[in-house]
């Protein structure tokens, strides 16, 4: 192209504007391409979907108490005479451990022992003599009596006869007959009388002998029991964990002297709430722990409460553990897990993988072969400490964004170590 330079101005516009458009057409072409080039890429970590099964479970807050445990408190109060345990000893169950001072009462006991011994003699002496020798007596007294009566039934028959031949005159046979009726009458009475005895008065005769018997009974009873309030013993196995008072001091009745508790197995209480609690039975798998330590008693659930506490409006669960941590002791605060249900083959994926939108529903971002990251709708199933079972949106194989995801659209392109491998791998082979 040739220009006039005969006129600067005309000529070199036309330069100029040709200048423009060969710099406008270089940025279209080259421009574009920069920008294209430096795309944003996201990076991101990646973790495959995978079959597995998993847990869902449940943590709350608990207080430790032992299996047993008995507050012994004196009946009577008196000075305390000696105390065989100390604190932290073990003891078993029905073993002494402190004596009161009882020597009024070993005096009273052995009293009432002497009263009872004597009715029971006496109760044997009416039962075995006095009873037989009263019934024996009133048979002869029977047998008399008719023998009477028979010897002058006799006498009026004779008489009677005598009477009607008349050979006797009639008030010898009157006074036959009124005889007679003496006798039958002292034959009824010694009749009756021993009728009596042997159906009524033995019974009352035992009646009187056992009451005198058992009221001695009862008596010396009550007074071993007075005697044995002041030996405490243990009502159950255990540990002796506390003994406020000391030998020579007044123990009062119903105040605490010792305690003893059974830490064999200890069993930590929680209130969980009414719709975690729900999915919790007797024999669930479980496990206690002090807060902030990595080691873990293997327990179980041994009460899921049936009725709300109206206090909280939660449930009740205790957790018992055989063979519980010597560092957990009655008193503190655990952490208690519950294994609640168990699916064996799930899809699972990190926790840290499931995302809301934000109409709140739960999504993951898959990583694609193509290096775009793709959001996937899910629906969950089982939710573990860092897992999540995926029941809709996954498959196994899958890989899912586990970090750098966080806010992430939807088609965004992304660099993943995970996906540099796949890709090395399949050109590989």
Not at 74 to 80: A, E, L
Not at 216 to 238: H, M, N, T, V, W
Not at 262 to 282: G, R
Request: glycine share 8%.
């Amino acid at each position: 192209m040739k220009f006039d330079t005969e006129h600067p101005g005309t000529a070199q516009q036309p330069r100029l504007v040709l200048g423009a458009g060969i710099i406008a057409l270089w940025c279209v072409a080259g421009c574009g391409a920069s920008v294209k080039d430096k795309a944003p890429v996201a990076n991101v970590e990646v973790t495959l979907a995978r079959r597995a099964p998993i847990s869902e479970t449940i943590s709350a807050e608990a207080l430790v108490f032992p299996l047993q445990q008995a507050i012994l408190t004196p009946k009577i109060t008196s000075t305390i005479k000696t105390f065989e345990v100390q604190r932290g000893s073990h003891v078993r169950k029905g073993q002494l451990l402190a004596v009161l001072e009882n020597a009024d009462l070993s005096a009273a006991s052995e009293q009432s022992k002497g009263e009872f011994e004597q009715a029971q003699a006496g109760y044997i002496a009416t039962t075995g003599a006095s009873l037989p020798e009263q019934i024996q007596k009133a048979e002869l007294d029977a047998a008399s009596a008719k023998a009477a009566f028979n010897a002058q039934q006799t006498v009026y028959d004779s008489r009677k006869a005598l009477f009607d031949q008349g050979a006797l005159p009639r008030r010898d046979l009157d006074a036959a007959e009124v005889a007679l009726a003496q006798a039958r009458s002292q034959y009824q009475q010694a009749a009756k009388q021993l009728d009596d005895l042997q159906r009524i008065g033995q019974e009352q005769t035992l009646k009187s002998a056992t009451g005198q018997l058992s009221a001695a009974k009862g008596k010396y009873l009550g007074a071993q029991a007075q005697l044995s309030y002041s030996e405490i013993r243990s009502p159950i196995d255990g540990v002796v964990t506390d003994r406020p008072l000391f030998p020579g001091e007044l123990a009062t009745a119903n105040q605490p002297l010792l305690t003893v508790m059974d830490t064999s197995k200890l069993i930590a209480k929680a209130h969980i709430a009414a719709a975690l609690a729900s999915q919790l039975k007797v024999g669930d798998a479980a496990q206690i722990k002090l807060p902030g330590d990595e080691n873990a008693s293997d327990a179980r659930v041994t009460l899921v409460s049936p009725a709300l506490d109206p206090g909280s409006t939660t449930i009740e669960v205790w957790v018992e553990a055989s063979k519980p941590d010597p560092g957990i002791k009655p008193g503190m605060t655990v952490t208690i897990t519950v294994t609640a249900q168990t699916v064996d083959d799930a899809i699972v994926v990190p926790a840290a993988a499931l995302l809301k939108n934000p109409d709140d529903a739960p999504y993951v971002l898959i990583a694609g072969s193509d290096g775009i990251a793709h959001a996937h709708i899910v629906a969950t199933g089982i939710r573990a400490a860092d897992a999540v079972q995926i029941l809709s949106g996954v498959n196994a194989g899958d890989a899912v964004i586990t970090s750098g995801g966080y806010g992430l659209p939807d088609g965004t392109a992304i660099k993943t170590a995970a996906a540099k491998s796949a890709e090395a791998s399949s050109e590989k082979d």
